[in-house]
């Protein structure tokens, strides 16, 4: 028993190791690290290809309560901006409505069906969805057929920043996709 209290006695005096210093570690590169998150992001924003009904209304600059800017504060674009209720589908998300596609647009080109859900409304709550259509009443003529009736929208992605009328379409950015 004295030998063991001796031992703990010993073992008491003897000195700590003492502590490392602290380090500062840079960031490390890691690209498959960096690949997961990318693909867990992807898979929160997660496309259910679900089809929704909504009643579809059309709204164009110009109106009472229109400003130039959507709720984002982009710019509105016409025939791609569309105002929704974030419970149904949230701000971001990249649109599919089959109904669109094919529409002659101002600039003569066909409409490919994909709208930019950045803008929200007072009387969008629920199954709506407010179609921009640009400047003034006349704008409204191209969609004028779906004012007041039931459309289907599919959520096909989401976007970042501000949509624009210029870029690639998603239709051009998969096909992109698919050819490397």
């Known amino acids: 028993m004295i030998a063991g209290l001796a031992a703990a006695v010993a073992l008491s005096a003897t000195p700590a190791p003492a502590a490392k210093p602290a ?46 800017k959507d709720s984002l ?14 419970k149904v589908f949230p ?3 990249v649109l599919f409505i089959k109904e669109t596609v094919g529409l002659k647009l101002p600039d003569g080109s066909a ?11 007072g009387a969008i709550k629920g199954a709506r969805i407010d179609l921009f259509t640009g400047a003034g009443a006349a704008s409204m003529k191209v969609l004028q057929a779906l ?27 998969n096909a992109a996709l698919a050819e490397k």
């Not at 992807?42 to 679900?50: G, I, L, N, P, Q």
């Not at 490919?112 to 409304?121: F, N």
Request: hydrophobic share 35%; charged share 20%; proline share 7%.
């Open 23 to 68: 380090t500062i570690q840079s960031p490390v590169i890691d690209p498959v690290g960096d690949l997961i998150l990318r693909a867990r992001r992807a898979a929160d924003e997660a496309v259910t290809a679900v089809e929704t009904e909504l009643k579809a209304t059309l709204y164009h600059s110009g109106g009472r309560g229109i400003g130039p």
């Open 73 to 86: 504060g982009c710019r509105l674009q016409p025939m791609r901006t569309v105002a929704v209720d974030p």
């Open 91 to 93: 701000r971001h998300s």
């Open 111 to 121: 409409h490919d069906g994909y709208w930019y859900a950045s803008d929200v409304g």
């Open 147 to 173: 004012n007041l009736t039931t459309i289907t929208a599919v959520k096909v992605g989401m976007f970042e920043g501000c949509p624009t009328t210029k870029a690639p379409t998603m239709v051009a950015q």
